[in-house]
């Protein structure tokens, strides 16, 4: 028991192959039926199976400590005893036949024999319920012996039971009744263990394939003929010695020999005749001289023959494949060879050997891999196979919960199936992860391996989990060891196919992220990820904000669209704090400033150095996409409006400086020295920017903080020019002013120039309380002196005769001009509105 003993821990830690059923005749659709085998057969739920595929090992080995004896199928006196049993199988097979048409009644001899081999298989009955098994689900060893009799009861108990009957002992004992010898032929079952033994030699690397299939069709080839040479003989036995004349073997003359009491000829000879009559007949070469005489024996001939037919195909099919090569065992015979000579070259370790050998005979037994009988299908033909298959599972997981139906076909075309067994490690902790995985069935479990050495399980994973995300969308090592607890169905996608996928669906980037952050707890325990997450967040939306900028940069609006499709925020600004609407208005795209309006950007954001849109779009000259800002209402806010004027005088951008005050720009904006751009033209001589500045309303009587006004700054110079249109204006300001002192005379001018910036304003012809669908535009007037002319001069322009009221954005009535503000928008209706 201490070797066997170890055996089964060896069993429990991987060290045995794996021996799996063939379930590729059972499998009954693509998903999920070969999980469903089992249950199928032994007509267990879910939860039983489960408790057998986890428990059996513990509960097995508790057995084993209280002293029941648990054999493993591995074990070396076991698999004697199964070479053993195959003789008794093989003399049985044979001498079944031979005993019902030959004997009735066993001599002496032979009924000691028979007896023998009868209590040999009933040992092996009894040793049946001790043999642990491998759950054809979950690949575990079961050692409950609960489950492993339960299972062989429901198996071949009752036919191996009846099998070891000594039926020829009940025959003579109840009268020679001829109904009991037909229970003869239940002992065929035996047949088998043969059937196993040549499907293990085929499989066997070190016997010659060829051999084995030619041994194995010969066999079956003179086993059916064995058998129907016993049935021809008992059909001539059935008539009475009188009327053995009319039998093929009474009436049958060779030569000058004939079988007249052919049941008093030697055993040999008439066993020799029989089968000479069997194998011409199935070879249908027979020349006349044997053939059937009785209505009996012409309707099994009959039989027989199509039998031979079906027979005759199955010999030759078989042949032609080993000739011709390329049969499924034969190539697997191949694959395993050179694995083989691969594993021997590199001196691979006894655990990672057995892994490779159980995934290549579970590949051969259950054909779990369909990859190879699709491919040669077109591309998009196998999409929708792996939409019908896997969208379902993808839908279920919850990772992508909340995602786009888009991304998910895109995940469902890109998924790979794969099969584990248990103990396999599929992931290592501290290892890189390339490939992202998806539980369709089975049970994994995550394992934490602390430096000395010992494991700790976190967590399991069980269908709808995934794991190997965080390290590949944060640049992570595995935190944990992903290891196999049960046959697992893993869908699998690598991470360079993610990543392009979540390179296009920004959106569902970003919702996987979330739902990874909200399991964070259940999944990974670690404080250090939920950083790690945040800043991929962060530098997904800063890469997705400059990607947003660069197709409003290069005015392509097809991708801004798809990028908005994708989950893009278009108010999302960029490393200089620029949106999409700065670039757009500084290269002057008209369409995708007006597309950006449309999808609600805000007009006046400014960025990191102060300029707005409408600011961008007249510094580059882009008038058209400065009106059409205008006309939604933008307007020029600087926070240093004066020092920027005053730094456009001094570059002598005359151009720029035109558009600006065209633009409603206060001409007498100071700088930090309380400068006004005139003074800075004065004090540079620039005549042309002085005249610009002049005829926008400039006063020559504003005061910097040395007391100096632009008059004073221009005799400094000595510029006569200069001089000569500073005095003229000064002139003609005086002339507007009335008599006043020249303190009065600069406060009134500075009140003027205030009141001249407090003239434009933008006013729509409806509510400001109704809804925005379907309005009307507006137009922007310079503020006249009295509210009614403003209502007059807007019912004009807009072709309105019954509106007598003006209203602020907070719905309140205007009664006096000097309540309004520089660029406010208001709102022109009617007195019962």
């Given at each position: 028991?201490?070797?066997?003993?170890?055996?089964?821990?060896?069993?429990?830690?991987?060290?045995?192959?794996?021996?799996?059923?063939?379930?590729?005749?059972?499998?009954?659709?693509?998903?999920?039926?070969?999980?469903?085998?089992?249950?199928?057969?032994?007509?267990?739920?879910?939860?039983?199976?489960?408790?057998?595929?986890r428990q059996s090992v513990i509960n097995g080995l508790k057995d084993l400590s209280r002293g029941f004896v648990v054999i493993h199928p591995e074990n070396r006196w076991y698999r004697a005893w199964e070479k053993f049993i195959l003789i008794w199988a093989v003399y049985s097979s044979f001498f079944t036949p031979l005993e019902f048409g030959f004997f009735r009644g066993l001599p002496r001899k032979l009924l000691f024999l028979d007896i023998a081999g009868q209590v040999a298989f009933l040992m092996d009955i009894i040793l049946q319920f001790f043999v642990a098994y491998r759950d054809g689900q979950t690949y575990r060893m079961v050692y409950k012996r609960t489950p492993i009799a339960l299972r062989y009861i429901k198996s071949h108990f009752i036919i191996d039971f009846l099998a070891c009957m000594p039926w020829d002992i009940i025959y003579k004992a109840v009268g020679n009744k001829e109904v009991i010898r037909y229970l003869l032929w239940i002992r065929l079952c035996r047949v088998r263990k043969l059937n196993n033994f040549f499907q293990n030699m085929e499989k066997d690397i070190r016997i010659n394939y060829l051999f084995t299939r030619i041994v194995k069709l010969i066999a079956v080839e003179l086993y059916c003929t064995h058998t129907a040479a016993c049935i021809f003989y008992f059909l001539a036995t059935t008539l009475p010695p009188e009327k053995e004349g009319y039998t093929w073997i009474g009436s049958l003359k060779l030569g000058d020999y004939q079988y007249s009491s052919f049941r008093d000829i030697d055993l040999s000879k008439r066993y020799i005749t029989s089968l000479y009559?069997?194998?011409?007949?199935?070879?249908?070469?027979?020349?006349?001289?044997?053939?059937?005489?009785?209505?009996?024996?012409?309707?099994?001939?009959?039989?027989?023959?199509?039998?031979?037919?079906?027979?005759?195909?199955?010999?030759?099919?078989?042949?032609?494949?080993?000739?011709?090569?390329?049969?499924?065992?034969?190539?697997?015979?191949?694959?395993?060879?050179?694995?083989?000579?691969?594993?021997?070259?590199?001196?691979?370790?006894?655990?990672?050997?057995?892994?490779?050998?159980?995934?290549?005979?579970?590949?051969?037994?259950?054909?779990?891999?369909?990859?190879?009988?699709?491919?040669?299908?077109?591309?998009?033909?196998?999409?929708?196979?792996?939409?019908?298959?896997?969208?379902?599972?993808?839908?279920?997981?919850?990772?992508?919960?909340?995602?786009?139906?888009?991304?998910?076909?895109?995940?469902?075309?890109?998924?790979?199936?794969?099969?584990?067994?248990?103990?396999?490690?599929?992931?290592?902790?501290?290892?890189?992860?390339?490939?992202?995985?998806?539980?369709?069935?089975?049970?994994?479990?995550?394992?934490?391996?602390?430096?000395?050495?010992?494991?700790?399980?976190?967590?399991?994973?069980?269908?709808?989990s995934e794991f190997g995300i965080a390290p590949i969308l944060c640049n992570i090592p595995q935190p944990y060891t992903v290891?196999?607890?049960?046959?697992?169905?893993?869908?699998?996608?690598?991470?360079?196919?993610?990543?392009?996928?979540?390179?296009?669906?920004?959106?569902?980037?970003?919702?996987?992220?979330?739902?990874?952050?909200?399991?964070?707890?259940?999944?990974?325990?670690?404080?250090?990820?939920?950083?790690?997450?945040?800043?991929?967040?962060?530098?997904?939306?800063?890469?997705?904000?400059?990607?947003?900028?660069?197709?409003?940069?290069?005015?392509?609006?097809?991708?801004?669209?798809?990028?908005?499709?994708?989950?893009?925020?278009?108010?999302?600004?960029?490393?200089?704090?620029?949106?999409?609407?700065?670039?757009?208005a500084s290269r002057g795209y008209e369409d995708v400033a007006q597309f950006l309006i449309q999808e609600g950007v805000d007009i006046d954001v400014a960025d990191n150095f102060g300029n707005t849109p409408l600011l961008e779009a007249i510094k580059s000259g882009q008038e058209c996409v400065a009106s059409l800002l205008v006309k939604e209402g933008a307007t020029l806010k600087m926070d240093t409006t004066g020092s920027f004027l005053c730094t456009v005088v001094v570059k002598g951008d005359s151009g720029l400086l035109q558009r600006l005050l065209i633009r409603g720009i206060d001409p007498n904006s100071r700088d930090y020295d309380q400068r006004t751009p005139l003074h800075v033209a004065a004090s540079q001589g620039l005549h042309l920017m002085a005249k610009l500045l002049l005829d926008a309303g400039a006063s020559v009587f504003m005061k910097d903080r040395w007391g100096n006004t632009p008059v004073d700054e221009g005799r400094i110079t000595g510029n006569m020019n200069m001089m000569d249109l500073l005095e003229e204006a000064k002139?003609?300001?005086?002339?507007?002013l009335p008599d006043l002192s020249q303190e009065n005379t600069e406060k009134l001018q500075q009140r003027k120039c205030t009141k001249l910036q407090q003239r434009k304003c933008t006013v729509f012809p409806f509510h400001p309380w109704e809804p925005k669908d379907g309005k009307k535009c507006g137009v922007v007037l310079w503020v006249p002196n009295s509210i009614e002319e403003l209502i007059r001069e807007v019912s004009e322009q807009l072709s309105f005769s019954s509106c007598t009221c003006i209203l602020s954005e907070d719905a309140g009535k205007i009664v006096d001009v000097d309540m309004i503000s520089n660029g406010q928008k208001l709102y022109l209706i009617s007195e019962t509105d």
């Open positions: 028991m201490g070797r066997g003993n170890r055996e089964v821990e060896n069993s429990l830690n991987g060290g045995g192959e794996y021996k799996v059923e063939d379930l590729r005749e059972k499998i009954k659709s693509s998903r999920g039926s070969r999980f469903e085998l089992i249950e199928n057969e032994l007509g267990l739920d879910s939860a039983i199976r489960r408790r057998f595929s009559f069997a194998i011409v007949t199935m070879a249908t070469v027979g020349c006349g001289d044997i053939h059937a005489v009785n209505v009996r024996e012409m309707i099994f001939i009959m039989i027989y023959v199509s039998f031979d037919m079906i027979l005759g195909a199955y010999l030759i099919g078989n042949m032609t494949a080993l000739i011709v090569k390329g049969s499924k065992t034969e190539r697997y015979r191949d694959r395993m060879t050179d694995l083989m000579k691969y594993m021997n070259r590199n001196r691979l370790g006894k655990d990672i050997r057995n892994q490779i050998k159980g995934h290549l005979r579970l590949q051969y037994e259950s054909s779990y891999t369909d990859a190879a009988i699709i491919q040669d299908i077109p591309i998009s033909i196998r999409a929708k196979i792996s939409q019908s298959l896997y969208k379902s599972y993808i839908e279920d997981v919850n990772l992508f919960r909340g995602c786009s139906a888009e991304f998910i076909n895109q995940i469902v075309t890109r998924v790979h199936e794969e099969f584990f067994l248990p103990g396999e490690v599929i992931m290592e902790q501290g290892h890189a992860v390339d490939q992202l995985y998806f539980v369709c069935h089975g049970v994994l479990e995550e394992v934490g391996i602390a430096t000395d050495g010992s494991e700790e399980t976190v967590s399991l994973l069980e269908p709808n290891r196999v607890c049960e046959l697992c169905r893993l869908l699998r996608i690598d991470k360079q196919s993610f990543s392009n996928i979540l390179d296009v669906y920004f959106h569902d980037g970003r919702r996987i992220l979330t739902n990874l952050l909200e399991g964070k707890e259940s999944a990974f325990r670690m404080k250090q990820l939920e950083s790690d997450i945040a800043f991929h967040i962060a530098k997904q939306e800063a890469e997705l904000a400059l990607r947003v900028n660069s197709a409003a940069y290069y005015g392509d609006l097809q991708q801004l669209k798809n990028l908005i499709r994708a989950g893009a925020n278009l108010n999302k600004k960029d490393y200089d704090g620029r949106s999409p609407l700065h670039l757009a002139s003609a300001q005086l002339s507007e």
